[in-house]
């Protein structure tokens, strides 16, 4: 008991009173154990005492904290007041801050909503992503239906796996006919995702069984646009396809699986597993089971694989290739997002540095007034808290600018070519997490800003600050190294900009293999209900012959996938030359792609022998391909393949090659290119191409003539995706010029606060010295000599920072390698235009103020106090 007394002493009274009762008690514990004294005495004893204690400490406590409230206020008031009156120097405090605190705050809430936040799924640490991947250089894979049945049933460590692939569809009612994007998938996909439907269910395993039952499940998304978010859509029927389909299911916005594009899941039917092995489509993932690290559930299907390629010869060499469905969605993406963080960090460090060195200069103006407070009896601790309160709410007024330009930022941000290349980039929003997060980040900067200035104008002067020429030469020191982290600062991000712009500049001169200026592209899809294999190339054919017929259409074709697409992963296959050896590794495999009559003269390939395909390479001809140049080399070297045969590992058929074309780059810029095998699309008639139409002009200005060509044929047939090819090469690059045209754009901001307090700091020197600058004309110094003095005194502290921020970049440069592309990271060419940029324009900086040395009137000066 007398523990716990003590126990709540501690707790409810101060030290004093404490230190006091405690001493009572122990003199008065020493007769508890007295039986005249039992314990029941003892504790009506403690409880008087106690009881007759709480009241006064509490109401002593309370008067404390309604002191320290009463003061703050008091603080708030005055440096309100203050700001007001100083309207220049609040309104430079709070821009400078807006702009470190804004940055900040959009970069943050990319992160947040990017790296830092859970996948919308039930536990998704035990979520993982599945690929086919083959040693000859295949890390990553489609998956075959038939591998994809064995690994779900034999596998072990798993409470399930999913199967998924791209799917487009045509909706030809409610509304006009246009093109969705969706995807098949396993009807237990739900299920190993924890997703629930917004409204309706999810498919049912019966309607996988077999052949697919004819159902559909919406997004959101489509859902709210399309049927005009109606609560009685689940049962409706759609035409997909030509056709119909029952709606079962609406699956929630947050439900992106596997993209943000999808807007519509079909479900998989079981009976794909016919197909050949070779025939590698399908996505996956699994949930692990509780317990069950990654390392076990890949060698799980290891074996499992191994399993499979002794039984089929065929699919020798496949194994499995497995990582957190996490660390896939977010890709390549966390290394640029972590090196704008850490710009815009530096962003925050350059504006903090801004403003502690007006509060210096401010603070040299207010030392007068700082020696009076002392002497009529302000204590250090109440000095330094007042300037403290004044630096924090400057950043709550530089906070409260700041989330108003993080608001028009981001909705740029969401609307950027990028967003659709960056997972979840076009959710990004201003929530209570980055409010809150701008909220720190502004008590952080006002620490910061703060805190030397107040110490600063906080420090005791005694009776020289009461006087005229009281000098600050330990304020301009202070500032001066204030000057010297900005510079570095400056120098690190404007070397890490140019550097990333040198790359970006390096990557679009990189020859793609096609010309991109002048060129419309459409997708169409067709309905292979109403298009049976044998109508497609015909249909394609007549489209193509009144596409060519429009004013102004130089060629026309179709083909797919186009090249910088994004849809690359699924067709790129083994493949076999007739009397050549394969290539060892990787280079026995090629990227197979459709083309049509004109193809190549609308997307700009060069021809580079033989001819290419015609209107008489029918599917009743000799089976035909044509091969590109990079395929040529590796497969038959310094021969001509002209007349020689090449057979894919997903066909049977020996195909005869009459022709070699130019090599283009398929997956990006930044990726040599790689073996490319074409065949005409009426011996394998795909229902999905993209039109190429090559014009003379704009070609924009195509797109409703060749719509109502494909309308003329088929009014239910929608053009969808239709843009131009100069736009895809740029979407190819869209992540890159974001994170390019970011880091720059912080880099331009930076210098400018830099040369801001640069300004500053000589304008400081030139006004406090301005007696002593006006002795030394008086003595016969010339103003120019002065001035050159001035300058080289600034540019000592500039190359001092140069020199600091290169050294820095030096050490930095290996976070880039992912971000650049034919450049080395440590690029001399850089650092020396960073260099050379932030000291001349540090010196121009100080030039500015420096020349007011030349307008000197040397008796006015002599006359200053």
């Not at 489609?142 to 909706?171: K, N, Y």
């Not at 794909?272 to 996505?283: C, E, V, Y």
């Not at 090469?729 to 901001?749: C, D, H, I, Q, Y």
């Not at 050379?836 to 030039?847: E, M």
Request: contains cysteine.
């Amino acid at each position: 008991m007398i523990g716990l007394a003590r126990a709540i002493l501690a707790v409810l009274l101060p030290a004093d009173v404490r230190h006091c009762l405690l001493a009572e008690l122990d003199a008065e514990y020493s007769h508890v154990l007295v039986p005249s004294r039992g314990p029941t005495r003892a504790a009506l004893w403690y409880w008087r005492q106690v009881s007759g204690s709480i009241g006064p400490a509490l109401a002593m406590r309370c008067r404390r904290i309604g002191r320290i409230v009463s003061d703050a206020a008091q603080d708030a008031r005055f440096g309100l007041r203050w700001l007001g009156r100083q309207r220049g120097f609040t309104a430079a405090a709070v821009l400078t801050l807006a702009l470190g605190i804004g940055a900040n705050t959009v970069i943050f809430s990319i992160v947040d909503r990017v790296l830092l936040r859970p996948l919308p799924y039930r536990d998704p640490s035990r979520l993982v992503r599945v690929w086919s991947a083959n040693p000859r250089g295949i890390p990553r894979n489609g998956i075959s239906p038939a591998d994809f049945f064995d690994w779900r049933e034999q596998a072990r460590g798993f409470d399930g796996l999913a199967a998924f692939a791209a799917v487009d569809a045509t909706l030809t009612s409610a509304g006009d006919p246009v093109q969705l994007t969706g995807a098949a998938v396993t009807a237990n996909l739900a299920d190993v995702l924890g997703a629930r439907a917004l409204a309706g269910r999810w498919f049912l395993p019966e309607e996988t069984e077999g052949s697919a039952l004819p159902v559909v499940i919406l997004s959101e998304a489509l859902w709210r646009e399309r049927f005009g978010g109606a609560a009685d859509i689940i049962g409706r029927t759609i035409t997909l396809d030509s056709r119909p389909r029952t709606i079962v299911g609406v699956m929630p916005r947050a439900f992106d699986f596997p993209s943000s594009d999808e807007r519509i899941w079909l479900p998989l039917p079981d009976d794909w597993r016919a197909q050949t092995r070779g025939a590698r489509f399908l996505g996956a993932v699994g949930r692990l089971s509780p317990g069950v690290s990654i390392d076990a559930g890949r060698d799980s299907l290891r074996a499992v694989a191994r399993r499979i390629e002794d039984a089929y010869p065929d699919n020798r060499g496949w194994s499995v290739t497995m990582v957190l469905l996490d660390e896939a969605v977010v890709g390549d993406v966390r290394t640029p997002l972590l090196v704008l963080f850490a710009a815009v960090a530096s962003i925050l460090l350059i504006a903090c540095a801004n403003v502690a060195g007006l509060m210096l200069a401010r603070g040299a103006s207010r030392s007068r007034e700082m020696a009076v407070r002392a002497a009529v009896g302000a204590t250090r601790s109440r000095l330094l808290r007042q300037q403290l309160v004044e630096s924090a709410l400057l950043s709550l007024l530089g906070c409260a600018a700041a989330l108003v330009l993080a608001f028009w930022c981001v909705g740029l941000v969401r609307v950027a070519p990028a967003a659709a290349r960056v997972p979840f980039l076009d959710r990004v929003a201003i929530d209570a997490r980055v409010v809150a997060a701008a909220s720190v980040i502004s008590l952080l900067a006002a620490v910061m800003a703060g805190l030397l200035p107040a110490w600063h104008a906080s420090r005791p002067r005694g009776v020289e600050a009461l006087g005229s020429r009281s000098r600050t030469a330990a304020n301009v020191r202070v500032r001066k190294v204030i000057v010297f982290v900005q510079i570095a600062a400056a120098t690190a991000l404007v070397a890490a900009g140019l550097l990333l712009f040198r790359s970006l500049e390096r990557l679009t001169a990189v020859p793609s293999g096609f010309q991109a200026d002048r060129t419309l592209l459409a997708d169409v899809s067709l309905p292979t209900v109403r298009y049976g294999r044998f109508a497609r190339a015909p249909f394609f054919d007549r489209a193509l012959e009144r596409i060519r017929a429009i004013p102004g259409v130089r060629a026309a074709g179709a083909g797919g996938p186009l090249p910088l697409s994004g849809q690359d992963g699924l067709l790129r296959f083994g493949l076999a030359a007739e009397g050549s050896a394969p290539p060892v590794g990787p280079s026995d495999r090629a990227y197979v792609r459709w083309a049509t009559p004109g193809y190549f003269a609308a997307m700009g390939i060069r021809m580079d022998a033989g001819r290419p395909f015609t209107a008489g390479d029918t599917a009743d001809s000799v089976p035909v391909a044509i091969v590109d140049e990079e395929l040529a080399r590796r497969f038959f070297g310094s021969d001509s393949p002209i007349g020689r045969r090449v057979k894919v590992s997903m066909e049977q058929t020996w195909r005869q090659v009459i022709g070699v074309v130019g090599a283009v780059r398929q997956t990006s810029l930044d990726r040599a290119a790689e073996p490319h095998v074409y065949i005409p699309q009426a011996q394998f008639a795909n229902a999905g191409l993209t039109l190429v139409v090559r014009s003379g002009g704009d070609p924009a200005a195509l797109v409703r003539d060749v719509r109502e060509a494909v309308r003329s044929l088929d009014p239910d047939l929608p053009l969808s995706n239709v843009r131009s090819l100069a736009d895809l090469v740029a979407g190819s690059t869209a992540s890159r010029r974001l994170s390019t045209t970011l880091l720059s754009a912080f880099a331009v901001v930076a210098v400018m606060l830099t040369l801001v307090g640069v300004y500053g700091v000589v304008s400081q020197i030139v006004a406090q010295s301005t007696r002593e600058l006006g002795i030394r004309i008086a003595l016969g110094a010339r103003a120019a000599d002065v001035v050159m003095a001035t300058l080289r005194h600034a540019v000592t502290i500039a190359v001092a920072g140069v020199a600091a921020g290169s050294a820095i970049a030096w050490l930095a440069a290996p976070a880039l390698r992912g971000m650049v592309y034919g450049i080395a990271p440590r690029d001399p060419v850089a650092l020396a235009g960073a260099a050379v940029l932030l000291v001349t324009a540090a010196a121009a900086a100080a030039y500015l103020p420096a020349r007011r040395i030349l307008r000197l009137d040397v008796l006015s000066a002599l006359r200053v106090e």
